[in-house]
């Protein structure tokens, strides 16, 4: 059995039968520049060269550059509750607005929501992770913000 020189398999790769490069290319080109939005979400994207914002309503498949950074936020209503073993908290069933997502970006920022209260290690509590925790402090905030629509402001844990 001969031994097989790195160089080879390279070369055989690269070389005459240029199957290499597309093996290499395409994977890196949807990894950097691909992003998906599902019907039920909207996406936030970010250019930190331009500063620039915008939001993607419509679902599918989208082509940006590899420096573009894009958050997905969910729109589907969500359960958010104040957990405590008073009966005087009640949960609220709220969704996020996507004609003031502008808005939501001034005040909150731009950053990967996912990541919100990812690593608590509260074992007492439910505890909400990733967008399901901003939307909680907005709708239990002092302020009434555009962004947030209260569907139900007595939500009841049971349902």
């Given at each position: 059995?001969r031994?097989?020189?790195p160089?080879?398999?390279?070369?055989?790769?690269?070389?005459r039968?240029?199957?290499?490069?597309p093996l290499?290319v395409?994977?890196?080109f949807?990894?950097?520049?691909?992003y998906?939005?599902?019907?039920?979400e909207?996406?936030?994207?970010?250019?930190?060269f331009?500063?620039?914002?915008?939001?993607?309503?419509?679902?599918?498949?989208?082509?940006?550059?590899?420096?573009?950074?894009?958050?997905n936020?969910?729109?589907?209503?969500?359960r958010?509750?104040i957990?405590?073993?008073?009966?005087?908290y009640?949960?609220?069933?709220?969704t996020?607005?996507?004609?003031?997502?502008d808005?939501?970006?001034?005040?909150?920022?731009?950053?990967?929501?996912?990541?919100?209260?990812?690593?608590?290690?509260?074992?007492?509590?439910e505890?909400?992770?990733?967008?399901?925790?901003v939307?909680?402090?907005?709708?239990?905030?002092?302020?009434?913000?555009?962004?947030?629509?209260?569907?139900?402001?007595?939500?009841s844990?049971?349902?």
């Amino acid at each position: 059995m001969r031994k097989i020189n790195p160089k080879e398999i390279i070369q055989y790769l690269f070389g005459r039968y240029y199957l290499g490069i597309p093996l290499l290319v395409l994977p890196l080109f949807y990894l950097s520049c691909v992003y998906h939005i599902e019907p039920n979400e909207m996406g936030i994207g970010w250019n930190p060269f331009s500063g620039k914002l915008r939001g993607d309503t419509t679902a599918g498949f989208y082509v940006s550059p590899p420096w573009d950074f894009v958050a997905n936020v969910d729109l589907r209503p969500m359960r958010v509750c104040i957990t405590s073993t008073a009966n005087s908290y009640s949960c609220k069933l709220v969704t996020f607005d996507k004609t003031k997502w502008d808005e939501f970006v001034r005040i909150q920022g731009f950053h990967y929501y996912w990541w919100s209260n990812r690593f608590s290690f509260n074992s007492g509590y439910e505890t909400y992770r990733g967008f399901r925790d901003v939307l909680r402090g907005y709708a239990y905030g002092n302020n009434k913000y555009g962004f947030i629509k209260v569907l139900d402001d007595n939500y009841s844990q049971t349902q």
